[in-house]
């Protein structure tokens, strides 16, 4: 019984980066002598136990074959006898094909150690080709690993190509491919993820709004920017991805992808501002139309939700930044309008409502009134 550290453990030491999760393959035991041995099983589908000490997992050295289409379609094969190379063989790339024996010794039978020195997505072998979810786990590693100068190699992006001309694309669950893409949109270029995509004819079949150069280049620079800005949430980012989308469009696609709510609403509002923000003059903007804007975003109630707003209306309408920042100072004057006030001075019911936006509207008009000098 020999157990090997592998996968991204071993890729991310010898890339120099901080190894986070450890993860370890034993060959030439049972489940029973893993259980002998304090070990805990976890894994329903194959045996994966943790250790009964560092909690970190342990696999018994498995085969993988498939039975039928989508990335469900696998049968496992795990026993005593399975080598080490045929586990190392069912990954995806080359880069994640490595491991390492207790002595330090690396075990690279496929060569992951030259792709890492030549910045090299490659994959293993055709079995790559059996799971469709392996296009987008490779245009993820892309996004991670563009920073370090990476890319998909020739081969594979041929290989993957042609799993999309085959139809295994169609066949992926949108939850499993919304994973990818929230993961995709946290790595550190997520453009390349998308790039990816496009360049495999993958991203036709997923977000085909997005298929065409102009509109993938806007995406892309809106993607960019909301990226570089801190800490930005998995719902600003996925908003500014539809951004150039019509709003009818985004929310179709936003509910076929299965987005959480959250995003689907924030994509949502991003796009339906998106005409309307154009359309204020800049120079002479009416009062009416910045508190009707601020009444569709609700503000009122949800302003964390109006500042991601603005925040991705920014990175998705660069040449706009002008009436951005009315509309933030519209915002401003109007969420000072007390009701409790106006209560007090007798109005209440429908006067109440109408009370609340004529002193809302007063308050934006001499907030964003131009200036005489």
């Given at each position: 019984?020999q157990a090997?550290?592998v996968?991204?453990?071993?890729?991310?030491?010898?890339l120099?980066?901080e190894?986070?999760?450890?993860?370890?393959?034993v060959?030439?035991?049972?489940?029973?002598?893993m259980?002998a041995?304090?070990f805990?099983?976890?894994?329903?589908?194959?045996?994966?136990?943790?250790?009964?000490?560092?909690?970190?997992e342990y696999?018994l050295a498995?085969?993988?074959?498939?039975?039928?289409?989508?990335?469900?379609?696998?049968?496992?094969?795990s026993?005593?006898?399975?080598?080490?190379?045929?586990?190392?063989?069912r990954?995806?790339?080359?880069?994640?094909?490595?491991?390492?024996?207790?002595?330090?010794?690396?075990?690279?039978p496929?060569e992951?150690?030259r792709?890492?020195e030549?910045r090299?997505?490659?994959h293993?072998?055709?079995?790559f080709?059996?799971?469709?979810?392996?296009?987008?786990?490779?245009?993820?590693?892309?996004?991670?690993?563009?920073?370090?100068?990476?890319?998909?190699c020739?081969?594979?992006?041929?290989?993957?190509k042609r799993?999309?001309?085959?139809g295994?694309v169609?066949?992926?669950?949108p939850?499993?491919?919304?994973?990818?893409?929230?993961?995709?949109?946290?790595?550190q270029?997520?453009?390349?993820?998308f790039?990816?995509l496009?360049?495999?004819?993958?991203?036709?079949v997923?977000?085909?709004e997005?298929?065409?150069?102009?509109?993938?280049?806007?995406?892309?620079a809106?993607?960019g920017?909301?990226?570089?800005?801190?800490?930005?949430e998995t719902?600003?980012?996925?908003?500014?991805l539809?951004?150039?989308?019509?709003?009818?469009?985004?929310?179709d696609?936003?509910?076929?992808?299965?987005?959480p709510?959250?995003?689907?609403?924030?994509?949502?509002l991003v796009?339906a501002?998106?005409?309307?923000?154009?359309?204020?003059?800049?120079?002479?903007?009416e009062?009416e139309?910045?508190?009707?804007?601020?009444d569709?975003?609700?503000?009122w109630?949800?302003?964390?939700?109006?500042?991601?707003?603005?925040?991705?209306l920014?990175c998705?309408l660069?040449?706009?930044?002008?009436?951005?920042?009315?509309l933030?100072?519209?915002?401003?004057?109007?969420?000072?309008?007390?009701p409790?006030?106006?209560?007090?001075q007798?109005?209440?019911?429908?006067e109440?409502g109408n009370?609340?936006?004529?002193?809302?509207?007063?308050?934006?008009g001499?907030?964003?009134?131009p200036?005489?000098?």
């Amino acid at each position: 019984m020999q157990a090997y550290l592998v996968g991204g453990a071993v890729r991310d030491e010898l890339l120099g980066l901080e190894v986070k999760d450890r993860d370890w393959v034993v060959v030439g035991a049972t489940p029973r002598e893993m259980l002998a041995n304090g070990f805990k099983q976890v894994g329903a589908d194959f045996p994966v136990f943790l250790h009964p000490r560092t909690r970190e997992e342990y696999a018994l050295a498995r085969t993988e074959r498939k039975q039928g289409r989508g990335y469900h379609g696998f049968t496992v094969y795990s026993a005593p006898d399975v080598t080490l190379e045929q586990d190392l063989k069912r990954r995806d790339l080359t880069i994640n094909a490595m491991a390492k024996a207790e002595n330090g010794d690396l075990v690279d039978p496929f060569e992951g150690r030259r792709d890492i020195e030549d910045r090299k997505l490659r994959h293993v072998s055709e079995a790559f080709a059996e799971d469709p979810l392996r296009i987008l786990r490779t245009a993820r590693f892309a996004a991670r690993f563009h920073p370090l100068g990476f890319s998909v190699c020739d081969q594979t992006m041929a290989l993957m190509k042609r799993m999309v001309d085959s139809g295994e694309v169609d066949h992926l669950v949108p939850e499993r491919v919304w994973q990818e893409f929230q993961r995709a949109l946290h790595e550190q270029a997520p453009e390349a993820f998308f790039e990816v995509l496009r360049d495999c004819g993958a991203l036709e079949v997923l977000i085909p709004e997005l298929a065409s150069e102009k509109v993938f280049q806007l995406a892309m620079a809106a993607l960019g920017c909301v990226h570089r800005r801190l800490h930005a949430e998995t719902e600003e980012r996925f908003a500014a991805l539809l951004s150039p989308l019509d709003a009818p469009v985004a929310k179709d696609r936003a509910k076929a992808l299965k987005a959480p709510n959250d995003c689907q609403n924030l994509a949502r509002l991003v796009t339906a501002f998106t005409p309307q923000i154009r359309d204020i003059d800049a120079q002479r903007p009416e009062a009416e139309t910045l508190l009707d804007l601020l009444d569709q975003a609700d503000v009122w109630r949800r302003p964390e939700r109006f500042s991601q707003l603005t925040k991705v209306l920014e990175c998705a309408l660069p040449g706009d930044s002008l009436t951005l920042d009315l509309l933030r100072t519209a915002s401003e004057a109007a969420t000072g309008v007390e009701p409790r006030t106006l209560l007090a001075q007798g109005y209440k019911g429908k006067e109440l409502g109408n009370a609340i936006r004529t002193e809302r509207l007063k308050r934006i008009g001499d907030a964003v009134a131009p200036t005489n000098h």
